[in-house]
């Protein structure tokens, strides 16, 4: 009976192996497929572009966090004001000037 069993579970194993073994070669077809127009100036426009893309990403990510930092500017100026008003409060203290020379 144990080796009826195994038979029967080697077959599922084989057919599950089979088909993961054919799901591979479709994957690989279609990327042979899409890649056979390729050359090596179609790649190396392909990655210009890419490195544009990345670029423009990265300038527009930089005048976003501008943007979100100036949003907070009227707290700067609130803080700015706050301490001009507290060193107004301080009184310099006037030293005896000193001859210096040699």
Do not use: H
């Not at 009826?4 to 042979?32: D, K, P």
């Amino acid at each position: 009976m144990s080796i009826i069993f195994a038979f029967w579970a080697s077959i599922a194993c084989n057919l599950i192996v089979f088909g993961m073994f054919a799901y591979a070669c479709a994957r690989i077809m279609r990327y042979e497929k899409a890649t056979s127009g390729l050359d090596w100036q179609a790649i190396a426009d392909i990655t210009g572009d890419i490195g544009a893309l990345k670029r423009s990403i990265q300038r527009l990510n930089n005048r976003l966090n501008g943007l979100e930092k100036t949003s907070s500017a009227p707290d700067a100026m609130a803080e700015l004001a706050a301490l001009a008003a507290a060193q107004q409060n301080v009184t310099p203290i006037n030293q005896q000037q000193r001859v210096t020379g040699g």
